[in-house]
């Protein structure tokens, strides 16, 4: 996943950077590191994203082994996969800020360590309370990695060239861990159970954090925004509340006095974070940046794109492996030519601005991307993959361009010195997209499975009841029946997962669509770049 990320630990610009106080060499202000540092530094940095990317998508093929053992209800398996992603992106600002008054350094740390004591705790966990708590600290640490590894690296590369390319490679560093995740995971999952997933980031992070606190030196900004912690619990707990609910509509196929209390009480708390970020003299997120037309259209369009993006591999994983039998390794394999697609549209976004400009080159993706996902609902078969492969590799060149193209064209609709600002809301669209998309997507596919669950003849009302829950609970209730109802329950299992996984891709598609038919209509040049012949 090449998505282009300038984080949001580069901090506010008031018409120049501010200066950054660095106790490299041990002198404030002190000479340049030596080379070999600098790009060990680098090494510490982009190793620790490069886990950070794997987090992400890791886990999608390990759910089915994962649901067998722990048996989470479908809004539990929910949280299990994308309460990290949320997490991260409600905390990358907050960390942000906070690591420029505490230090980077300390900051990234900390960050190691909380990433591998969760990533042991998720390895035992022995109940899906536990788990999700575990990937929830992951989130954490993944945070305060995030919000200041660039700026580290802003300090640490004083060239422009250099820091360049070291920036360009810490951002491949997380495309490449969240590309190789499905894979990765397949591989340790077969051989070692689901827990190893988690546990192979331990001895990494070991490593890393020995390193890193030689080699990273401190820094923080002399004169630190003021770090908000009414609008960090406003923002936490609201979100979290709307997800919640979301989640609880879809195991339940319906909304009772429950959900929709909590989900009126979510929104409550987001607008009310939203109307003190207005009011407050330094908010944790400037709302004044959505006032300009083109930034706010390019934000949706990575948020659009990038959760429907994590949504396919997600439900793909699942797709081949409880419709069409896929081991987890031949499922993490299939996902291949979409990660391949995806790099090959990062790498040509650019071509393609070039030829058609933003505005076109990313409706035009965001077209590709919203077919691509019509032929699957149309003409998908798990057990045919030959008729999966064109959309795949097309959704994946789609999503590649779009994800390049709209971060630059976040940064490009903000003013020079709101950069900063503009990079934090570019990072945390990228996270909140992806925990957003599966979250709705999760919700639709679950109500469908439930509803569309046919009684089977043989099994009894608390048995029809078990196996309506998911599809591992279909599986739990089989290993107690006779082999000629087992085969009936595991074929109307397969038969409501796979209509739910086409509805996840209707919905999908019409999303994306909208998505492009409002990146044409709002992403218009101002009149200035008319006049002078830009598009």
């Known amino acids: 996943m090449t998505e282009s990320k300038v984080p949001a630990a580069a901090g506010p610009a008031a018409g120049k950077e501010r200066a950054e106080h660095s106790t490299a060499s041990g002198q404030p202000g002190g000479p340049a590191l030596r080379a070999r540092q600098r790009w060990l530094v680098l090494a510490v940095v982009s190793g620790s994203l490069f886990l950070c990317g794997i987090d992400l998508t890791v886990l999608h093929v390990a759910v089915p082994s994962l649901s067998r053992d722990l048996e989470p209800s479908p809004a539990q398996l929910l949280w299990i996969v994308d309460v990290y992603s949320l997490t991260l992106a409600a905390l990358l600002v907050t960390c942000g800020t906070l690591g420029d008054r505490i230090g980077r350094r300390r900051m990234v740390l900390s960050g190691f360590l909380t990433f591998g004591l969760a990533s042991a705790a998720a390895a035992f966990s022995t109940s899906t309370a536990q788990l ?24 640490v590369f004083t060239d422009d060239r250099e820091r360049a390319m070291a920036i360009g490679i810490w951002t491949s560093a997380h495309s490449v861990g969240a590309t190789i995740g499905p894979l990765a995971g397949g591989l340790v999952v077969e051989r070692w159970g689901w827990g190893a997933v988690f546990l192979i980031n331990v001895p990494v992070i070991v490593v890393i954090l020995a390193v ?36 609880q509509a879809g195991e339940h196929a319906g909304v009772n006095a429950v959900i929709v209390l909590t989900a009126l009480a979510g929104s409550a708390l987001l607008y009310t974070f939203v109307r003190r970020q207005r009011r407050i003299r330094e908010p944790l997120l400037d709302f004044a940046l959505f006032r300009e037309r083109r930034f706010t259209t390019a934000t949706l369009c990575v948020i659009g794109c990038f959760g429907s993006y994590v949504a396919l591999l997600f439900f793909l994983t699942q797709w081949l492996q409880q419709v069409g039998a896929y081991s987890p390794v031949l499922a993490g394999l299939a996902l291949m030519p979409l990660a391949g697609a995806n790099a090959l549209g990062a790498i040509t976004a650019p071509w393609a601005a070039n030829r058609w400009g933003n505005r076109w080159a990313l409706t035009g993706a965001l ?7 019509a032929a699957i609902a149309v003409v998908g078969d798990a057990a045919h993959y030959g008729e999966l492969l064109l959309p795949l590799l097309a959704a994946g060149y789609g999503a590649g361009i779009v994800m390049t193209l709209g971060a630059d064209s976040i940064m490009a609709a903000a003013q020079p010195e709101r950069s900063g600002e503009a990079a934090a809301i570019q990072e945390t669209s ?65 038969h409501a997962y796979d209509r739910g996984f086409t509805a996840v891709s209707v919905i999908a598609a019409i999303g994306l669509a909208a998505t492009a038919l409002m990146a044409s209509a709002l992403l218009r040049p101002r009149p200035a770049a008319k006049r002078a012949g830009e598009d």
């Open 430 to 494: 990228f996270e909140l997209g992806a925990g957003l998309g599966v979250a709705v997507l999760g919700t639709v596919l679950a109500a469908v499975y439930r509803t569309g669950l046919p009684e089977v003849p043989g099994l009894s009302g608390e048995q029809q009841a078990r196996a309506g829950e998911s599809f591992a609970a279909a599986e739990d209730v089989m290993a107690h029946l006779p082999s000629g109802t087992a085969n009936a329950v595991l074929e109307s299992a397969r």
């Open 132 to 155: 999700i708590a575990a990937r929830a600290a992951l989130g954490v640490g993944a945070a305060m990695i995030m919000a200041s590894t660039v700026a580290i690296i802003r300090v």
């Open 367 to 373: 077209s590709l991307f919203a077919l691509a996902y």
């Open 212 to 247: 890193g606190a030689r080699v990273i030196p401190e820094s923080r900004n002399p004169v630190p925004r003021r770090w908000d912690v009414a609008s960090v619990a406003l923002s936490v707990t609201g979100l979290a509340a709307v997800v919640y609910a979301l989640k």
